[in-house]
């Protein structure tokens, strides 16, 4: 019986011992690492500085771009700086290529702009493009205020 009594004691410490002790780490075997390939990526054209024309002061945020990576435009804010609400102002901006030559250009409009009131824009391209743009430059606003009369309007232009 004793000899019974012996086991049994070191048959519950060592199930005690082994329920309290942390396993041991298994050894990991190396891991494949995934290597991603990413598209090389394009120039971004150069936007323009803060500019202000007929009135009206334009900051480029950034590109406007598709989820494929295609340049739609350019997103911005404009400002109309004069005492004059405006009832139409559009915004028209050149994208050109390394040389300096004009590839498209993408143009934003709006009915009315009130004196001090900011505008956010979008001005497209005709179309998404994958040129390689090298700038984007001011080209031209048409700001006509609301009180304009007809002989008035060719001054505009």
């Known amino acids: ?3 019974f009594k012996s086991l049994f004691v070191i048959a519950v410490t060592l199930v005690s011992a082994c329920a309290g002790a942390p396993p041991k780490p298994v050894a990991s075997l190396p891991q494949e690492k995934a290597v991603e390939v990413a598209p090389p990526s ?5 936007l323009p500085s803060v500019y202000t024309q007929k009135g009206v002061t334009v900051k480029i945020d950034g590109l406007w ?3 494929g990576g295609e340049i739609l435009g350019v997103s911005g804010t404009a400002k109309n700086v004069t005492a004059s609400d405006l009832r139409f102002c559009q915004i028209s901006l050149a994208f050109l290529d390394q040389g300096g030559v004009k590839l ?3 143009k934003a409009s709006t009915k009315s702009l009130k004196s001090a009131q900011v505008w956010h824009f979008q001005a497209a391209l005709a179309h998404p493009s994958d040129a390689p743009y090298s700038a984007v430059m001011p080209e031209k606003i048409v700001a006509i205020p609301v009180k304009t009369e007809k002989a008035d309007l060719a001054s505009l232009k």
């Open 1 to 3: 019986m004793k000899a």
């Open 42 to 46: 394009k120039p971004v054209p150069t």
């Open 65 to 67: 771009q598709s989820p």
């Open 104 to 106: 498209d250009d993408a």
